[in-house]
T-cell receptor, first 116, second 113 residues
């Protein structure tokens, strides 16, 4: 158990709909990252938040948005869903302090999104 | 543009033998490399990492080698055990205040008893 929790575990929805995925980081971790894993693809970095502020953006579509709340949990909002958005969405967290030490990321179990 | 490549989608080895998983990268700005292991229905778990100032890092049965001139790293598992059967992801990052990681597509390792 990494200490990172994600809800829901599974989500089935229809095209055009909007969903929200939730992530609670490990206690003490300030950084939250979102990744998408589609079939036969590696983990694609979507976005990172550090202590409530957006820190880095990856291949995140404009239909997707995220935020990190004062209690450090994060939500990933996916709207106008398309069939191709079906994937595993992982959240990860790290201590994320600035400095020279690179902190490994701890991953949650993922949310499997199926768009029908 | 795939900056981190794992060219072998799968690898099968016998229990007790060495497993060697390979990873190539193209971005010379990467200065930190990590290996993650992933079991089905679970998130990836951190395995071992190496900074670009080193060429080898060892942790028990796991050793990561980095060849900066070739932009290549490898993970050696000795001896391999059936419980090592999983998907292994190579990841790379560049330093500074953002910890974004770029992942390869993964290699499925099967260790046969």
């Amino acid at each position: 158990d990494s200490g990172v929790t994600q809800t829901p575990k599974h989500l089935i929805t229809a095209t055009g709909q909007r969903v929200t995925l939730r992530c609670s980081p490990r206690s003490g971790d300030l950084s939250v990252y979102w990744y998408q894993q589609s079939l036969d693809q590696g983990l694609q970095f979507l976005i990172q938040y550090y202590n409530g502020e957006e820190r880095a953006k990856g291949n995140i579509l404009e239909r997707f948005s995220a935020q990190q709340f004062p209690d450090l949990h994060s939500e990933l909002n996916l709207s106008s869903l398309e069939l191709g958005d079906s994937a595993l969405y992982f959240c990860a967290s790290s201590v994320g302090t600035s400095g020279l030490v690179y902190n490994e990321q701890f991953f949650g179990p993922g949310t499997r999104l199926t768009v029908l | 543009d795939q900056q981190v490549k794992q060219n072998s989608p799968s690898l099968s080895v016998q229990e007790g033998r060495i497993s060697i998983l390979n990873c190539d990268y193209t971005n010379s700005m990467f200065d930190y490399f990590l290996w993650y292991k992933k079991y089905p229905a679970e998130g990836p778990t951190f395995l071992i990492s190496i900074s670009s100032i080193k060429d080898k890092n060892e942790d028990g049965r796991f050793t990561v080698f980095l060849n900066k001139s070739a932009k290549h790293l490898s993970l050696h598992i000795v001896p391999s055990q059936p419980g090592d059967s999983a998907v292994y992801f190579c990841a790379a990052g560049n330093g500074g205040s953002n910890y974004k990681l770029t992942f390869g597509k993964g290699t499925l390792l099967t260790v046969n008893p």
